[in-house]
């Protein structure tokens, strides 16, 4: 599933459509409109404009465009923002090439029945969003201020404000993939993260002493740029022991699996406390 890392590769991917104007706005699967928006408002909106830049917060991947009006400046409804969202098992194709791993060079048309949204620009090439299991969705102006700081950037007191350090009852793991409050850690990267961390993720989040919350703000960083690099969410030292019978890499105990924040954990009971 796309998680913050996999979506910082489609936003890498996606910049490659920085500078180019859209000639054509291509939405087949009405439900994948979100927020309101229908084809012909997309349409509306979005033809003739010009991608000025790319912007990721959390698992959320935003596209700025600029309608370049010959005459103002500042006039209202000019800029627009097109929000992206991944769901379970969308991804980003940019004249043919998917963003990340081994399905950088799928064939084309293996790819093509998947398609719910995409952009034709001026010069030929198009982007499109592909997704089996359509749970990801396409907005006009998306709500920003509702995400939380971005788990790649946050401050060790933001990180603090939004575990709700000190007051929080919440096991800390369900607290850290709370999109409103941290954004962009998924399942996967949050046991990454808290079994580097040495933090047991049934813990209330709010317990957490000074140490602890600098440990994890820490890890945290790390742990994402690392997967990043790794090339995806699922490349955490991790991943190959979430299965039964696995064991923790580091110590060896077997590990425990437990539903946590509604999602399935792995955690080591020796070393995470
Ligand atoms: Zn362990």
């Given amino acids: 599933m796309p998680e913050l890392v996999e979506v910082e590769a489609y936003r890498r991917l996606a910049e490659g459509v920085v500078g180019r104007r859209v000639a054509e706005v291509v939405a087949p699967d009405a439900w994948y409109l979100k927020r309101g928006l229908d084809a ?10 010009t991608v000025t830049g790319t912007r990721r917060i959390g698992k959320l991947l935003l596209l700025d465009l600029d309608l370049d009006l010959d005459f103002d400046l500042d006039f209202d409804g000019a800029r627009r923002v097109l929000g992206l969202r991944f769901g379970m098992s969308g991804r980003l194709v940019v004249d ?10 799928a064939p084309r048309l293996l790819l093509d029945k998947r398609d719910r949204f995409g952009l034709r620009f001026e010069d030929g090439g198009d982007m499109r969003m592909q997704d ?6 396409v907005e006009l102006d998306p709500p920003e201020a509702r995400l939380g700081p971005d788990a790649l950037s946050v401050t060790p007191s933001g990180l603090a404000a939004a575990i709700g350090h000190g007051r929080s009852t919440a096991p800390i793991k369900a607290r850290l993939m709370d999109q409103g409050r941290i954004a962009g850690v998924g399942n996967l990267a949050a046991d990454e993260l808290l079994w580097r961390a040495g933090l047991d993720p049934a813990r209330p989040a709010g317990g957490l002493s000074a140490a602890e919350l600098r440990r994890l703000h820490r890890h945290l960083r790390t742990t994402m740029s690392d997967l990043m690099e ?8 991790l991943m190959a022991e979430r299965r039964v019978g696995g064991v ?6 077997p590990l425990v699996r437990r539903t946590i924040g509604g999602r399935t ?9």
């Fill in 40 to 49: 012909a408002t997309a349409e509306d909106a979005l033809t003739g404009a």
């Fill in 132 to 137: 089996p299991r359509r749970l990801g969705a």
């Fill in 248 to 253: 923790c890499p580091k110590d060896g105990t």
């Fill in 230 to 237: 790794r090339g995806g969410s699922h490349e955490g030292d």
């Fill in 96 to 105: 043919g090439q998917v963003g990340v791993g081994d399905l950088m060079y």
């Fill in 265 to 273: 954990t792995f955690s080591c009971p020796k070393h995470q406390t």
